[in-house]
Structure formats: C-alpha cells, structure tokens
C-alpha cells in the first residue's frame, strides 16, 4: 500500500543468520536489521524490510521451503517463526537514519546520507543517498563489490575522454552517481521500477555530475539501437541478469567490461553459462560475504 512497507522477520540461529539474510536479500530485500533474543541457546531475529506491494504469500512460502532445506542440511534453529508487519513508511526513515552512517569504500569514495553534515575526508569523493524504499547504499556486499569494481575500472582507463557507462537496474543510483563522479563522460541508469527511478533522481540531484547522468524508466528496450558502452553495471538477480546476457553483450563497446554481482556461489555454474552462451568470458571474480562479483569481457 502507498505509504507503507512490509517487514518480514524471522527468528535465526547464528548457524542460519547469514544463510538467511542472503536469502531475503536475494527476494529482494532493500535491507535488514538483526536483533538479540533471548533465551538458551540464544537466538537472532532477522528483519528485513520490502516494499508494499510486495506479495506476502509466495514469500512466506518461498521461506519455508528454504528453512526446510537448512534443517535437512542439519543445521539447528532453521525452523524459526516468520511473522509479516505492515508498517508506515516514516519508520523506515527512522531506522535507517539510525543505521545508515558514512561508509568509506574503496580507496576514493565516501557514501554518505544526506543528512550528514560532516566534515568529511578531504582525500574522498562524497557520494550522498538517501535509500528511500530502494535497494543500494553501499553497505551490502554486492554494492561494495560494484563500486569497487567501477572505480578499478576508471583508473585504469586509457581513452582521452571519459568512457561511457551503463547501469542496469539503477535502484538508488548510486553506481551511476559514482562512475560519473570517478570519471565517466557519461552514464545511462535504468530501472523498471518507478520508485527507483524517482528516488535515483533525487539522489542525483544531490550531485554536480547531475548533468552527465541520464535516468530512464524502463528495461533495455528504452536503449537506443546501436548504443555502445565502455561500462556496464547489472547488480541484478541470477534469475534477472541470466537472460539479459545477449543482449549487454551487443552494447558493450570492444575493449569494454561488464560487472555483474548480485548472484550466490550455488548460480555461478549457472550464470558463467549464459556468459559464455552470450559470447562473452570472464576477466575477474571476487567473493564477499557469500556474494559473487564477476567482471566479464567480450570474446
């Protein structure tokens, strides 16, 4: 519903926290929260927040079936109660306000929200957002990756201008905002999601490279025929970015890299598949906290 958000939370065992947060994120999760609870042995409650529109019912279901792939892997506590809430919108401000504080990543960036004031780093490029009820603050595994793998990228590039970048379900804009910020001539963001691409524009608006940076709505119909990128970013899904393939492959200029994270290490098999199906190889492939980075060139 307009105004609100769901949280879905369920009760963890340290044994089950991080399986189950990777989980949620990968349904879609725009963040989550962990919390003590009491009791012998003591347990963790797992809340992670969605959109309102969100359907409840396969979720729950979703969770359940993957709870019992925990417990028949022998791992304890992977039964634990779901509970679903509907909650206002301003909660979410609150609690990310509460969490949400300056993130260095990288060797030059500083994510920041917007309601910080500093003083900053001098020696770091300040990148403010504001996550609103979209997915991508830097704090989450694959963001890092993607942020880090951009600004790789873009010290490394050799051409008399700036290369140009594409991303690929731009949620907060927050890795479109730093190509541009770290050099990018000029960056294409697109998202399917009206409230990403909303809240994309008000993130950028936040920043002097607003100019050098387009937002549309959409998926990669509204690229134009015969677009060429240096750059393209996907933290997307296994099931999103797997048939998408292809058709990047056509927009990546030659010489050109494409990031893609979001995936688990139980889909790379899967994914490096569709990579090599789409003509294309892999160049680089970094792990953290049970998320995959994968920097892929063409063949």
Same mark, same amino acid.
């Given at each position: ?90 909660? %979410?401000?609150?609690? %990310? ?8 990543? *990288? ?7 917007? %309601? ?54 731009? *949620? ?59 750059? /393209? ?29 979001? /995936? ?10 569709? /990579? ?10 970094? /792990? ?12």
């Amino acid at each position: 519903m307009a105004g609100t958000y769901l949280e879905v939370s369920v009760a963890a065992t340290a044994e089950t926290e991080e399986a189950l947060s990777d989980f949620l994120f990968s349904e879609g999760a725009l963040g989550l929260v962990t919390e003590d609870l009491p009791g012998q042995p003591p347990g963790i409650l797992i809340r992670a927040s969605f959109p309102g529109s969100l359907r409840v019912d396969p979720l729950r279901e979703k969770l359940r079936r993957y709870q019992a792939s925990l417990l028949a892997l022998g791992l304890p506590g992977a039964d634990g109660a779901i509970s679903v809430r509907e909650l206002p919108l301003e909660d %979410w401000g609150r609690k %990310w306000k509460e969490g949400f504080k300056p993130l260095a990543v *990288g060797r030059r960036l500083l994510i920041v929200p917007p %309601w910080e004031e500093g003083p900053f780093h001098l020696d770091r490029l300040v990148i403010r957002i504001d996550p609103a009820m979209t997915f991508g603050t830097g704090h989450h595994a694959t963001t890092r990756m993607c942020l880090e793998a951009v600004e790789a990228f873009l010290a490394g590039w050799q051409g008399r201008k700036g290369p140009v970048a594409l991303d690929v379900g731009t *949620g907060t804009g927050i890795l479109a905002i730093a190509a541009a910020v770290l050099g990018a001539s000029w960056v294409l963001a697109i998202d399917t999601d009206l409230e990403a691409c909303e809240a994309a524009r008000r993130n950028l608006g936040r920043h002097s490279v607003a100019p050098h940076v387009e937002i549309r709505c959409g998926g990669i119909e509204v690229i134009e025929a015969g677009s060429r990128f240096d750059l /393209i970013l996907a933290n997307l899904d296994t099931r999103t970015v797997c048939p998408l393939f292809a058709p990047l492959a056509r927009l990546l200029a030659p010489g050109g890299a494409l990031v893609v994270t979001g /995936i688990t290490p139980e889909d790379e098999g899967r994914v490096t598949h569709a /990579i090599h199906a789409a003509g294309l190889h892999l160049r680089a492939r970094r /792990i953290e906290d049970g998320w995959l980075c994968l920097t892929v060139a063409s063949g």
